[in-house]
T-cell receptor, first 112, second 113 residues
Framework: QQQVKQSPQSLIVQKGGISIINCAYE??????FPWYQQFPGKGPALLIA?????SEKKEGRFTISFNKSAKQFSLHIMDSQPGDSATYFC???????????FGDGTTLTVKP | EAQVTQNPRYLITVTGKKLTVTCSQN?????MSWYRQDPGLGLRQIYY???????DKGDVPEGYKVSRKEKRNFPLILESPSPNQTSLYFC????????????FGPGTRLTVL
């Protein structure tokens, strides 16, 4: 059973547009929801994360929206830039101190 | 510089030939973990370690072994590699567990013929 479902698998956005990536989880014990960004040839790096005590977290152009009742969260990239072109992974964590459950990833391409 | 290092970065081997991928971190992190990344399957956890001498299975542990004899090192061992283990492998570390920021290494691309 896939515990974190991420969509879409790929996304093409024009420069200046809004990119939206969605994730849904099953386990209500999860309490930490990070997004990782991965550039080609590199390892993933933490972009932004949220805990369920807030519904939204914003860092610059990146915002996480969190809907606890729907067990969904999403990443919004405002004013998308070509430099944002990367693969994005969501994760749902916290039910087990060691286990990590990631989504399948979304490849974002921002066209100039 | 705080970092996670992996060696080798690229490896081509043949079925059945034992290999080890090393992972080392210089941040004094308690937690370390191995992942494999395959197209369309995201990051899948192989094994993790909460501390020295403490390791546990992730979601896809079959065909892999790990050990954590020192805090900084967490090698991944493939005793008898098979073609279905061809993948991109990442090591990661964090202060206390998966619910903390994980710092990933640069990856090891393994091809098993």
């Amino acid at each position: 059973q896939q515990q974190v479902k991420q969509s879409p698998q790929s996304l093409i956005v024009q420069k200046g547009g809004i990119s939206i990536i969605n994730c849904a989880y099953e386990n209500t014990a999860f309490d930490y929801f990070p997004w990782y960004q991965q550039f080609p040839g590199k390892g993933p790096a933490l972009l932004i994360a949220i805990r369920p005590d807030v519904s939204e977290k914003k860092e610059g152009r990146f915002t996480i929206s969190f809907n606890k009742s729907a067990k969904q969260f999403s990443l919004h990239i405002m004013d998308s830039q070509p430099g944002d072109s990367a693969t994005y992974f969501c994760a749902a964590l916290g039910d087990n101190a060691g286990k990590s459950t990631f989504g399948d990833g979304t490849t974002l391409t921002v066209k100039p | 510089e705080a970092q996670v290092t992996q060696n080798p970065r690229y490896l081509i081997t043949v079925t059945g030939k034992k290999l080890t991928v090393t992972c080392s971190q210089n941040m004094n992190h308690e937690y370390m973990s191995w992942y494999r990344q395959d197209p369309g399957l995201g990051l899948r956890q192989i094994y993790y370690s909460m501390n020295v001498e403490v390791t546990d299975k992730g979601d896809v542990p079959e065909g892999y072994k790990v050990s954590r004899k020192e805090k900084r090192n967490f090698p991944l061992i493939l005793e008898s590699p098979s073609p279905n283990q061809t993948s991109l492998y990442f090591c990661a570390s964090s202060w206390y567990g998966s619910g903390d920021t994980q710092y990933f290494g640069p990856g090891t691309r393994l091809t098993v013929l």
